[in-house]
């Protein structure tokens, strides 16, 4: 059964489905402070479905927004890619870096952009789980599930936490309050969430995906990504990427943050379950995490704190 993508609630439980909706129309009434919805991005998303979609398309589309035009060039033309050329035309530079490289400099620099005035501590942290996690659901997309779009399991995993900025954006105390719990007891986000009685940022992602009007496979990883469990209803594919992306936020967490040992072990049991593989699988795909480190650390500090500022 292929299954159907869109916003529908399948999957979620009467309460939930209750506390989501309250949420998306929360947002919806807070609009003056949340950002514009990156139009872009739906359109991007809808041109590389598209199986003739070539750098041309890709850049004509960028060209209608000349400040989005501005960003990009500025980073294909940084230090970060060591291009020899200077390169001044959109359609140039996605034909240099290819079309996959462009897309995922084009949601990086729309998310980049839409959220500001977070602490800049709390904005590298979590662009640099949100790039390790992407960078990891990409790798596990070609090695494990290589049916997946590797460029749609980026993309995902990059913007799958992203309900954390919404916090940050809408109710800094409860971020603020959050955030210390977190670092004197190094759990899981949920396990805080629970213990000062704040909404879940997974609901904060699927309702802003709703108010931003993203394609419905992004609500799902944001609200599924903690658990990997999507929807019956959905798609083989959107399926895969959510068990993908969990696997992947589990496992860069692990690399990243202090989190204490009932955390820790709490996060290898969900990645077993997730993925259904062993102690040695688990090994691997750390050591993969740990591997590609440093490129997500390269590529927030190019990419990411510039426009953030």
């Known amino acids: 059964m292929d299954g159907q993508d869109g916003y529908g609630d399948d999957g979620v439980d009467g309460t939930q489905r209750a506390r989501l909706l309250s949420v998306a129309e929360l947002l919806e009434r807070d609009k ?25 398309d890709v850049g004509r589309l960028l060209e209608r927004d000349p400040a989005l035009v501005a960003v990009v060039l500025s980073l294909v033309n940084s230090a970060y890619y060591g291009l020899r050329v200077r390169i001044v035309d959109p359609r140039l530079g996605v034909a240099y870096l290819g079309i996959e490289e462009v897309h995922r400099l084009v949601v990086a620099a729309t998310i980049a952009q839409s959220f500001r005035n977070i602490p800049a501590t709390r904005l590298r942290a979590h662009w640099t789980l949100a790039h390790l996690t992407a960078l990891v659901s990409r790798s596990l997309a070609g090695e494990r599930m290589p049916w997946l779009s590797r460029s749609a399991a980026w993309s995902s995993g990059l913007l799958h936490d992203i309900g954390e900025l919404v916090r940050w954006q809408i109710d800094r105390e409860s971020a603020e309050t959050l955030a210390e719990y977190r670092a004197q007891h190094h759990c899981l986000p949920e396990e805080a969430e629970v213990a000062i009685e704040t909404t879940p940022a997974p609901l904060y992602a699927a309702a802003l995906c709703r108010v931003w009007n993203l394609p419905g496979p992004f609500e799902i990883v944001c609200r599924s990504h903690r658990t990997g469990v999507a929807p019956t209803t959905c798609r083989r594919d959107t399926v895969d990427i959510v068990r993908v992306v969990a696997s992947a936020s589990h496992a860069s967490r692990i690399v990243l943050d202090r989190m204490n040992p009932a955390a820790e072990a709490e996060s290898i049991a969900r990645i077993e379950d997730i993925l259904v593989t062993d102690r040695a699988g688990i090994d691997a795909l750390l050591a993969l995490a740990e591997a590609l480190r440093p490129e997500a650390e390269r590529a927030v500090s190019a990419h990411m704190m510039p426009l953030a500022v």
């Open 32 to 56: 003056k402070r949340l950002p514009a919805s990156p139009k872009v991005l739906v359109d991007l998303d809808e041109l590389l479905r598209r199986p003739t979609a070539g750098a041309a």
